[in-house]
């Protein structure tokens, strides 16, 4: 089985991922450099080559989302490993809109686990896919921030971002909504 991996910057920094022939095996949350996202990464790159084409454009959809746009993420996940739970839970965090929150209790009852809100944290703070399975987007039932492997100011930025592009296309809607109701009359 080849590994693929490539890194590319962002505005928040450079990103890293890697893949094999099933699917995206890893991403990193962006770092100050490219060495840095690969060594996060955690490849024995001997065995790996390093080539983007294997990722279509998801390093562009990745710029787009920290330059604050509206992207989804409907790549293929190579789930090699993970237990069933994990893959429930990841799979549930995959439908929270962009822009929208969710908690911990929310993903657990999607899974069939309505008590287990507690270890829906532990598998999304194992998850190797960010942004991709958008963790950041599942709260405390009281709305506090929760964990994050990237940790909390950048849950907060990320939340802000999306909340920011949500704002945006929102009020871009009404304005045409507006446009459209003064051409009627």
Not at 67 to 85: I, K, M, R, W
Not at 105 to 123: D, E, I, N, Y
């Amino acid at each position: 089985m080849t590994t693929s991996y490539a890194a590319f910057p962002t505005a928040l920094g450079w990103m890293a991922i890697a893949c094999s022939d099933r699917g995206i095996t890893r991403l990193t949350l962006p770092t100050p450099s490219r060495r840095a996202s690969l060594v996060l990464l955690g490849l024995d790159r001997a065995g790996a080559v390093e080539d983007a084409a294997p990722f279509g454009d998801l390093p562009l959809r990745m710029q787009r989302y920290f330059d604050g746009e509206a992207v989804t993420f409907p790549d293929v996940l190579d789930l090699a490993g993970a237990t069933a739970f994990r893959r429930a839970v990841w799979d549930a965090t995959r439908t929270i809109p962009y822009g929208e929150v969710r908690s911990y209790g929310w993903v657990a009852a999607q899974v069939g686990s309505p008590h287990a809100g507690r270890a829906v944290g532990q598998a999304l703070a194992r998850n190797p896919f960010p942004i991709v399975v958008p963790c950041h987007r599942v709260l405390a039932g009281d709305g506090a921030l929760g964990g994050f492997s990237g940790g909390l100011d950048l849950k907060r930025r990320l939340l802000a971002l999306e909340a920011g592009a949500t704002l945006r296309a929102n009020t871009n809607e009404q304005r045409r909504h507006r446009s459209r109701d003064e051409c009627s009359s």
